[in-house]
């Protein structure tokens, strides 16, 4: 199994950066798909970005697209999330996640294996 730790998060205010890390440790990083998730209070967990294993393929969320930049660092076991121009609904806890995939992406909360605790990002008006 792997284990992941995120970090990075914090009170920022609209139109600020942040750049979020999830740590992997246990098995071969490189053999997972990663993605990015959130979840606002009273709200479900929701999709944010996905990475391929190799970084090649990347895939976002509507409301991440043009903003946010998912990317991974295999040989240092790191995967990111680099968030520009934020906005107050960007505010939530946010995941990272690992799914043993065999290659294929997936948006789907349930097609993944591993989660960290999640770092909450708060973003003021």
């Known amino acids: 199994q792997v284990q992941l730790v995120e970090s990075g998060g914090g009170l920022v205010q609209a139109g600020d950066s942040l750049r979020l890390s999830c740590a992997a440790s246990?098995?071969?990083?490189?053999?997972?798909?990663m993605g990015w998730f959130r979840q606002a209070p009273g709200k479900e967990r929701e999709f944010v970005a996905t990475?391929?294993?190799?970084?090649?393929?990347?895939y976002y969320a509507d409301s991440a697209k043009g903003r946010f930049t998912i990317s991974r660092a295999n040989a240092k076991n790191t995967l990111y999330l680099q968030m520009n121009s934020l906005k107050p609904e960007d505010t939530a806890v946010y995941y990272c996640?690992?799914?043993?995939?065999?290659?294929?992406?997936?948006?789907?909360?349930?097609?993944?294996?591993?989660w960290g605790q999640g770092t909450q990002v708060t973003v003021s008006s």
């Open positions: 996640a690992a799914r043993w995939s065999g290659g294929t992406l997936s948006t789907r909360r349930n097609d993944y294996d591993y």
């Open positions: 246990g098995r071969t990083f490189s053999s997972y798909a």
């Open positions: 990475i391929s294993r190799a970084g090649g393929t990347t």
